[in-house]
Structures are given as C-alpha cells and as structure tokens.
C-alpha cells in the first residue's frame, strides 16, 4: 500500500488549480443527495473544483472520514445492478470482480476501500489494468512509461521500444465510446455517457493511472441504464428441425459449469460437429493455464491454433505432447511468423496433421488465422479472447469466449461469458457441444 500512496500523493501535488475548490460548505452538499436518488448527469461539463464543492471534498485530502462512513449509513452501498450481472455472466462473477479493494484518499490518509464501501466524494487512484468500480470524474491523468513492441515485416520479429503513454481508457460497455485517452478538464460533450473526463463504472483503464472523484454508485451509475441487447450479435436463423427447449437446456447445462452463453442460437454450428478448431494467445499471464487447456484439447483432438506473444518463449514455458491420434509432436520450437493471408494459409493447413501449430505476427494475423481455417478447413472456429488487441478474431470467429474479467471492448464482443478458469474449462465447454447432437426436434 506504501507504494500506492506515493502514487496518489504524486498525483494530489500535480492537480491543476481549476481542479482544487478554492473553499469548502461547512455542511454537507444538498448535491449529494441527489447523486446517490437521482444521480448527476452534468458533472463533465463543469471544472472538478465545481464538482469537488458540489460533492463536499477536498481533493487534496479526500473525504473526511466521518462524512464518508455517514453517507455509506445513509444510502447504502456500492451495490452490483442487473446489468452487470448480465454482462459479466453471473451474480457470482459480478461479486468476484468486486471482491477488489482500490486506493481512496480519505482524511489526509490512503487506505484501501473494498468496491462495496466506496462513496459518493471518494478520492480514487486508479492505474493500468484496474476496473473502474464507480462513476469517476477525473481530476488528474498521468503518462507511464510502457515496454512495447512492434512487429517487423522485414526481419519477421517483433522489436522491443520503451515509450511515454498517456491515459487510456476502454469505455465500451458505458460510454460506448470504445477506447480512447482521458482528460482532467471540463468537456463540451452534451452526454455525459460521451464525455472524456469520466471513466465510468463498467470501464477499464488500459494505460496510464488517474485520480478522480466519485460522483455515482449502486444503481445510480450510467451503467446501470444500459440495454445489454445493444450489445448483442444479430441472431442466426436456427436451422430446421432445431427444437428450442432442447437447445434452452443445452445452454442452461453450460451455465451450470460456470460460462453464460449470451444468446443460444450461436452454439448451434457446435453442436454434433464433427471438427472444431480452436483458437487462443499465449501470454505471461496464462502459461499454466493454456498448458493443461491444449493438454485437453488434444487430448480430444480438437485442432488447435496457438498465437505466442512476443513476451514469450514457448520453449521455455510449453509442454511437449504427443498427440496419438495424429502421431506427430507439438513442435513448441517452430513458431510460424504470419504477417499475409498467404503465411496463415499454410500455417493453417498443418492443423491437420500436427497436434498444434504455434504462430506470430501483428495483431491482425490472429484474424487471418480465423478467417482460414473457416475457408481453408471449413472447419466451426472457437476463439478464447482476453485482450483488445484480440477483438477483430473474435468477431471473426464462429463462437467465442473470454472470463468476466476481461476488458470491455472484449465482453461487448464475445458470445459466451466465462468464470474463474475459463481457458482450463475451455475444452469441457467444446467436447459438450460437440456431443450435443440430439437437439433437433
């Protein structure tokens, strides 16, 4: 926490003066009662002084502690709303997510609040990778040094840089905005949903750290008045003789592993198929995970594509295995670079007679890769997704899935929402569609 709290007070002693409230009411804002009953719809287009005043906070401060403990008495707390649940696939997975405490800035102290007992008035500090766990107007954002790399066609690597990145947020769910950098001024936007000085609950900050206050909680945030339908694929047309009930209890069974399918029609190609391609990153963060899930998966011969970030060595973080019904090892040492439609046509014709092909390139290979196999193999194509970068081959792919934790340009994308261990569940999820042959009437 100490190293949290030097962030913040870096962050406090760098607030511009149109931010810092030049005095302070004596009681408490008529304006926050009507935050937590009707919520605050112009906050963006004022100064975070006027905000700060309106909301009874110093921001060089935080909340006084006596006021922050009255209002979590009065109105309650910072509870999950049926969208959330909709979105993020289950009661369980909303309340996972909210399990995290964030830095807050009360009485002169940082101290870690859990999501539930954070206010309206809250000073919050938020980095890289956070949830955004209320409606927050930012009062400071700040650049962070990140390592990158960028694919080089010439040499066929990718080349590591170190460059300045400002504040990035990924706004899709809310807003609808998508991703796009944020600002600690006052914006002419006449949504607030719009706005690019708020980072509102349901979004995700990409890169860069900011410190905000809180304007919205509970069922008061913008979130909350969100149609999940609007993020909703158009429905295919169920092919004849497919019995509803049938395929209702089909999804109903998936939901009881831990994976919320957002809308049934989309299994349906899965179902009794008898080839099912799967498509995934390696990256640092699921290198055990993603050994035990190809395990499985060629274990059940399910043909799989694996995309290697640049950060990773598969030979040193792969598992050999020797795919029986094929008779061929997983070559971890031969890693394909695709940067055409050409190089993923013939990295995706050896899905056939290897247990799994590795490959490399630019963002965009993952999508060609996609696109092949449905051409090439004509094959129903499952891609696990957990990354922005990712979301043009989910949208590419024939059913696809990511964990409830993953960013909102992601959730908003995919078709089926999974739990803790979603990449390992993976393959139970496939080889029960896949047996799934008696859902027509």
Partial sequence: MEALAEKVRSHVEGLAAFNIPSKMASSEPSEVK????????MVHQKTGAEVCE???????????????????????ENTINPVEVKIYGSQAACEQRATRAYAILRGDDVIAVRTKDIVVGDVIYLEAGDHVPADVRILKASKSKEEKFEFSPSSGVFEKFTEDVGTVVDGTLP???????VVSGSSTQSNLEQANNVALKGSTVLSGS?????????PRVCLAALNPASFLKDSRRLPRGVDKKKLAKLVAKIGTLGASVKQADRVVPFCGARHIAVVFSLNPLNIEAANKAIKRMVALAFPVFVFVNPTVDPTQCLE???CFAIGKEFDIGHVHTIVDDATSKAAVKLMGSESAVLGTGPPIALEYVVKN???????PVAVYGSEGSEKLAIESSTLSFCTFNSPPAILSAVDVVCGRHALERL?????????STEITS
């Fill in 320 to 322: 050999q295995i020797e």
């Fill in 54 to 76: 309106m909301l009874g906070v110093d921001p060089r401060r935080g909340l006084n502690v006596s006021y922050a403990l009255q209002r979590l008495s009065k109105y309650g």
């Fill in 210 to 218: 900011l410190l905000g206050v809180v304007f919205g909680t509970g």
């Fill in 34 to 41: 009507i935050a937590y009953d009707a919520g605050l719809k």
């Fill in 373 to 379: 196999i449905s051409e090439v193999l004509q094959y």
């Fill in 175 to 181: 807003g609808g905005f998508g991703v796009r950098p």
């Fill in 427 to 435: 393959p139970l999820y496939l080889k029960l569609l896949r047996e």
